[in-house]
């Protein structure tokens, strides 16, 4: 489809379901089709110029679709007389640092992060940080209307002098940056990564090896067919290669990007995944002593142990929601130092730009290690581990998955034995002996759910009266445990 063909198509409609919490995301093949993306590109022009923008900042990462959804963007934006710099295919986070380094606050994200290689997505900043909620539905009404005009006139809507287009290359400034952020101390660490054939493929290696690290490289070629597994380090299943390379190579640490790297996996020396909220322990003993009495924002989905380990830090711990630009949001607004999330999200603010950045998160841990005595296992065995399930996504229609999880918040307020139940992001019910957590993912057509006990008995039985509790309602599919 050449460049006339999609200046000149109008979508029968705009799908409502591409409109998520924190960005846009659907099918290509039937959701953000390139006509699709170019009324966005027209929409999102009017948006920057009623903001006061002239330019835009565009980057895409290495999905099969993102080249011909790029296309569709771009030539819209110019259509209606916005200028927009390109900086081609980069991790979210590049995108991210871009901004700060070019000056822009308009900007276009083009990733679906780690959903299969069928999703494609798009991050709209304009500001600090990346829109959401109630400004994302703005734009949904502004496409309507948009598209009914376009429809009543017959043609797409163009401004009479189009915009100029200039291509930039960030990544040598972005690695520069990164390796002047962190500097290593004197352990060498052997470090195995895995990339998932994502976007982070371009960069991880050049990364690591100017820290001073010897690189096991893991599907570190860019191939958005992701052949290997989904680059998803919160699915326990796409870990298992990371963790055979780490044992096999008696490598020091696992690291895994996803997608768009700007979440982050990581396995111990023995080969053991550890997760968000224990990685985040470990970031927190670094930086709460630095910040006594700091607020440290804390994710509905963390383990009890987080909650433990900050206040024994002399931190105070606030329970918030899921997201990443609900965090960077509440953290400007609390002027707060780090937070995180367990699907790998990390936010630094006391050394960084505040923003959700793989390769930095990456950085950091390595620094911790390289001035450990001990390896990153014997680190973590001081942090209490309590019985829990993986962050597991239960199969739930995308029209039912709010209802069912408001549902359980009030049938969970009214029963027996249940302590609270904190209702800031879905419902995380607290036992006597543990905690059970429902939320409706805001990407996927899922119910993210988890669970935690003292003991393994009170585990057990925590995860069955969620899981039919759960089960009780018609939309959601019968679904294990991911441990």
């Known amino acids: 489809m050449g460049p006339e063909k999609r200046l000149l198509s109008l979508p029968p409609s705009v799908p409502a379901e591409i409109f998520r919490e924190y960005d846009l995301r659907g099918l290509t093949a039937s959701q953000l089709t390139p006509e699709v993306m170019g009324l966005l590109g027209r929409v999102l022009a009017r948006y920057y110029q009623d903001a006061g923008e002239k330019r835009v900042l565009v980057g895409r990462d290495n999905r099969l679709s993102s080249p011909d959804l790029r296309d569709a963007l771009v030539e819209n934006l110019l259509a209606n007389g916005m200028d927009v710099v390109d900086l081609g295919v980069v991790t979210t986070p590049l995108f991210y640092y871009a901004r700060v380094h070019l000056g822009l606050n308009a900007g276009l994200m083009i990733t679906a992060s780690h959903n299969p290689p069928q999703y494609n997505g798009l991050k709209v900043a304009l500001g600090f940080a990346t829109i959401y909620g109630e400004e994302i539905q703005r734009l949904r ?96 299943a796409n870990l298992r290669d990371l963790q055979q390379a780490v044992v096999e190579n008696g490598a020091d640490v696992g690291i895994g990007f996803d997608g768009d790297a700007d979440r982050i996996g990581v396995v111990d020396d023995h080969g053991q995944i550890v997760w968000g909220d224990e990685l985040m322990i470990l970031y927190w003993r670094e930086i709460l002593p630095r910040y006594p009495g700091a607020v440290a924002i804390t994710e509905v989905k ?104 408001a549902a359980l918040r009030e049938e969970f307020r009214r029963r027996d034995g249940v302590l609270e139940v904190i209702t800031v992001d879905g419902a995380r019910v607290v036992f006597p002996d543990g905690w059970g957590l429902v939320r409706a993912s805001n990407t996927q057509p899922v119910i993210v759910a988890r669970c935690e006990g003292r003991t393994p008995e009170a585990l057990a039985r925590i995860t069955q009266t969620m899981k039919e509790a759960l089960l009780r309602h018609p939309e959601v599919r019968e679904f294990e445990w991911a441990y």
């Open 302 to 405: 963390c383990s009890q142990a987080l909650v433990e380990e900050i206040e024994r830090l002399g931190g105070k711990p606030l329970w918030y929601k899921t997201g990443h630009s609900l965090i960077k949001a509440k953290m400007k607004e609390l002027g707060a130092v780090f937070t995180g999330e367990m699907s790998g999200h990390m936010f630094f603010a006391d050394e960084y730009y505040g923003f959700d950045d793989a390769f930095y998160a990456a950085g950091r841990l390595l620094r911790i290690l390289s001035h450990a005595d001990e390896p990153l296992s014997k680190l973590r065995s001081a942090i209490p581990h309590y019985p829990s399930t993986a962050e597991t996504r239960v199969p739930c229609t995308e029209e039912g998955k709010f209802r069912v999880v």
């Open 141 to 236: 009404a502004l496409a309507d209307r948009l598209l009914r005009e376009e429809h009543a006139r017959g043609k797409p809507a163009t401004a009479t002098a189009p915009g100029k287009l200039e291509l930039v290359n960030e990544g040598n400034s972005y690695i520069n940056m990164l390796v002047e952020k962190i500097r290593l101390g004197p352990r060498r660490l052997k470090v195995a990564v895995d990339c998932g054939n994502g976007t982070a493929s371009l960069f991880a290696v050049e990364f690591l090896e100017r820290l001073g690290c010897q690189v096991i490289p893991l599907y570190c070629e860019p191939d958005g067919h992701f052949p290997h597994h989904e680059p998803d380090p919160t699915v326990s």
